[in-house]
């Protein structure tokens, strides 16, 4: 897996409930999010057409302003125009100058341009191609108004508030300023009509914004009941299997839900009934065989006491405590892994000290659990138990140290011995097998162990330490909530 994508991986919930609602939010957001801009996108364009169809009839207004005052004789446009400021309520502010008045330009945006294309088309088509013109938008601050280059703020309200501000909004203001004849410059100074006066795109509106977060909450809350209400059968049939697993009586599952989670739970009931059966002939097997192998051992032991001859007597004798040996060690590794206990939780601090009492002065104990561990309590020393006697044999020291967290009880057994050599680490789990110059015992000790931790999940591995001596550690998972 490349390692650009670990650390998203970790981000996405393991519990089946969790990567349902994410995967539902994922959903949800990118379903909203393209519809939204989907509509966005028919909005934008809609409200496009509509801004250009303000524009023109602005630019229809300019124009017919335009012609009224180039209509009048040259001595009327003054007071004509001074009696329209006094009169107020017009849509354009309008002045007489001597030349274009230079003020600071707002920045053109797509919108602006537009209506700028807009409103020039319809005036040098109602004015003629060849008028001379200027259009620009205008921050109301920036706004010249007369030849004195006067601002807004500095004119009776009455004259130009009315046509040129939305407080508090302040939109641009569209300044065009066309010849009209000689010097003369006809200023015409105008807001667009709502809803256009800001030329800003508009994005989602707040009913928008809160129909999605709604319409989400209500979608995650029935998928989460939903899964919630699926997963039960799941939850139950990991617990069940799980204390099968360590040998508990397990009842059989109720195979309900889903018809998926159904047909597992049958066959899960199936599988337990053949195991529970396996198990039964195996012990009935085992039983047998001890009752069985015991007695013509017992004959053959007799018979050989009774030759003459002692060397043939003796080799008689090893073969049958060889075989012996295999019998008992045999029965001794089915007694071990075939405990059946009830699952509980065990205080492992307290079987560490119990176990290293006895030898203080040969184990020495580090670290703590942080919680109990459920499983089965005998198993669980004997397992601990054959480790420590294992070091204390063999490396006649052991040095324990705990790891435990959330997810697993690491347990290192280290001891001062010779360790096991490479590659025959991993011979030592085999029944029977003895390094070379250890006679003692079955051979048993760490396979045993091993299968005790397999039953409850976890695993013992082997390492030889680089200062001399091996490290067994027993990984304990713990079970998730």
Same mark, same amino acid.
């Given at each position: ?7 998203? @991986? ?7 409930? *969790? ?5 539902t939010?994922?959903v949800?957001?990118?379903?909203q ?6 509509? @966005? ?13 303000s524009?023109r ?12 005052i180039?209509?009048l004789p040259?001595?009327?446009r003054?007071?004509v125009l001074? $009696? ?11 002045s007489l100058n ?5 003020m600071?330009?707002?920045?053109e945006t797509?919108?602006?341009?537009a ?9 040098r088509?109602?004015? +003629? ?5 200027s259009?620009?938008?205008?921050g =109301?601050?920036?706004?010249r108004?007369f030849?004195?280059g006067?601002?807004l ?18 939109p641009?203001?569209?300044?065009t300023?066309i010849? #009209?004849g000689?010097d003369?410059? @006809? ?7 709502e809803?256009?006066a ?8 707040d $009913?928008? @914004?809160?129909? #999605?977060?709604?319409t989400?909450?209500?979608l995650?809350?029935f ?6 209400w ?16 360590? !040998? ?8 309900? *839900?889903g018809?998926?989670?159904a ?10 009934e ?8 195996r012990? &009935?097997l085992f039983?047998?065989i001890?009752h069985?192998l015991?007695?013509? #051992? ?6 050989v ?5 002692? /060397?043939?007597q /003796?080799?008689f004798?090893r ?5 012996e040996?295999?019998v008992k060690?045999a029965?001794?590794c089915?007694?071990?892994?075939d ?12 079987l560490? $000290?119990?176990?290293?009492e =006895?030898?203080?002065d040969?184990?020495?104990l580090?670290?703590?659990?942080l919680?109990?561990? =459920?499983?089965?309590?005998?198993a ?14 063999? +490396?006649?020291?052991a040095?324990?140290r705990?790891?435990?967290? /959330? ?8 001891d001062?011995? =010779?360790?096991?050599?490479? &590659? ?7 029944p029977?097998?003895?390094l070379?110059?250890?006679? $003692? *015992?079955y051979?048993? +000790?760490? !396979? ?18 680089h /200062? ?6 027993l ?7």
């Amino acid at each position: 897996m490349p390692e650009r994508l670990r650390p998203a @991986l970790r981000l996405v919930p393991r519990s089946l409930l *969790g990567r349902m609602l994410f995967l539902t939010l994922l959903v949800v957001l990118v379903a909203q999010a393209l519809s939204s801009f989907i509509w @966005l996108s028919q909005l934008r364009a809609s409200q496009l057409d509509g801004l250009l169809t303000s524009a023109r009839s602005l630019g229809q207004s300019m124009a017919a302003s335009v012609s009224y005052i180039r209509s009048l004789p040259l001595g009327y446009r003054p007071m004509v125009l001074d $009696q329209l400021r006094s009169m107020g309520g017009t849509r354009f502010f309008v002045s007489l100058n001597d030349k274009p008045l230079d003020m600071r330009v707002l920045p053109e945006t797509p919108r602006k341009r537009a209506v700028l294309e807009e409103v020039e088309q319809v005036l040098r088509e109602r004015l +003629g191609k060849d008028v001379e013109m200027s259009l620009h938008f205008v921050g =109301p601050d920036d706004l010249r108004l007369f030849n004195g280059g006067l601002k807004l703020d500095e004119l009776p309200r009455s004259w130009a508030h009315y046509a040129l501000t939305l407080e508090p909004l302040n939109p641009p203001v569209l300044v065009t300023q066309i010849r #009209i004849g000689g010097d003369e410059w @006809l200023y015409l100074a105008s807001l667009l009509p709502e809803p256009y006066a800001g030329l800003e795109d508009q994005g989602l509106a707040d $009913q928008q @914004l809160w129909f #999605i977060l709604i319409t989400g909450a209500f979608l995650l809350l029935f998928i989460g009941l939903l899964v919630h209400w699926q997963s039960r059968p799941l939850k139950r049939l990991a617990r069940a299997a799980r204390e099968m697993s360590l !040998g508990a009586e397990v009842e059989p599952l109720p195979e309900a *839900g889903g018809s998926e989670v159904a047909d597992v739970s049958r066959a899960f009931n199936s599988m337990r009934e053949r195991i529970s059966r396996y198990l039964n002939e195996r012990s &009935q097997l085992f039983s047998a065989i001890s009752h069985d192998l015991r007695t013509p #051992i017992t004959r053959l032991r007799l018979r050989v006491e009774l030759l003459e001859d002692e /060397a043939l007597q /003796a080799k008689f004798s090893r073969d049958l405590d060889e075989l012996e040996l295999l019998v008992k060690g045999a029965l001794q590794c089915v007694k071990d892994t075939d405990i059946h206990e009830n699952i509980e939780p065990v205080d492992l601090d307290h079987l560490l $000290q119990v176990l290293a009492e =006895p030898y203080r002065d040969k184990v020495t104990l580090e670290g703590r659990a942080l919680a109990p561990y =459920p499983g089965k309590p005998l198993a669980l020393r004997r397992c601990i138990g054959n480790l420590v006697d294992n070091a204390l044999k063999y +490396g006649e020291r052991a040095h324990l140290r705990i790891e435990d967290s /959330a997810e697993a009880f690491v347990l290192h057994v280290d001891d001062e011995g =010779p360790g096991v050599p490479e &590659q025959k680490l991993g011979q030592v789990f085999e029944p029977h097998f003895r390094l070379a110059g250890h006679k $003692q *015992g079955y051979g048993l +000790g760490l !396979g045993i162990a091993r299968n005790l931790a397999h039953s409850h999940g976890g695993e013992v591995s082997l390492r030889n330490l680089h /200062a001399g001596g091996l490290r067994v550690t027993l990984t304990l998972p713990r079970p998730a909530d």
